[in-house]
């Protein structure tokens, strides 16, 4: 009982700090930057870069697909939350984490596409249906992301990560266990009688 309540806790703290996370930024970005601008932090390598995104993660699938995402996001959403909901006693702790990754960087991003209002003229204000973006790793790669997308992705690799471990462990387990038993079938089975000796003369 004590580890499933330290499990919620961690969880719900975790929850908190995401979404406050990424509206801060994008706030900051708002308000001190326009679309277009990138400010240099680590010259050729890291770039804080202004951008209305209107696809996934790292910009993928964009090209005006946003009512797509506005669709399909809270629909994978409630399915996480059902998961969770089902399995939380089951699942470890880096598992609830790494779920709780997903669906907090998730939500915080489609509150973003629901409620993104900028003076920026292509905007449409409610519903807009755009993320901002702005952690732009220019030296690496040219997608442009922003905090949630960093938990979420994040929060896949780690839900991977402890699957494969948990499936592992298992089936160490299974093997122990069926070793264990192979022994001790071994043990209690009765030995071979030894030939008494008037009976071998």
């Not at 406050?20 to 930024?25: A, F, K, P, R, Y």
């Not at 010259?43 to 209107?54: A, Q, W």
């Not at 984490?97 to 489609?110: D, E, K, Q, R, V």
């Not at 209002?117 to 030296?139: A, E, K, N, Q």
Request: glycine content about 6%; proline content about 3%; aromatic content about 10%.
């Amino acid at each position: 009982m004590k580890k499933t309540v330290n499990k919620a806790v961690l969880c719900a703290c975790l929850g908190v700090l995401i979404p406050l996370l990424d509206h801060l930024t994008k706030f900051l970005v708002r308000t001190f930057m326009e679309v277009g601008d990138s400010i240099p932090v680590i010259e050729d390598f890291f770039h804080l870069t202004y951008v209305l995104n209107d696809g996934m993660a790292f910009g993928m699938a964009g090209d005006n697909m946003r009512w797509v995402f506005m669709l399909m996001t809270p629909i994978a959403l409630v399915a996480v939350t059902v998961y969770m909901v089902l399995f939380f006693k089951k699942l470890d702790t880096l598992s609830c984490l790494s779920l709780t990754m997903i669906l907090m960087g998730g939500a915080s991003n489609m509150v973003d596409r629901i409620f993104f209002i900028h003076l920026d003229p292509t905007s449409t204000g409610l519903f807009d249906g755009r993320v901002v973006d702005m952690l732009d790793f220019c030296g690496i790669w040219n997608a442009v992301f922003n905090v949630a997308d960093s938990f979420v992705v994040v929060g896949v690799f780690l839900f991977l990560f402890a699957f494969i471990k948990n499936d592992i462990m298992e089936a160490k387990a299974k093997k122990a266990a069926l070793a264990a038993n192979e022994e001790e079938k071994q043990v209690q089975s009765p030995a071979k009688e030894q030939p008494n000796e008037d009976e071998a003369q």
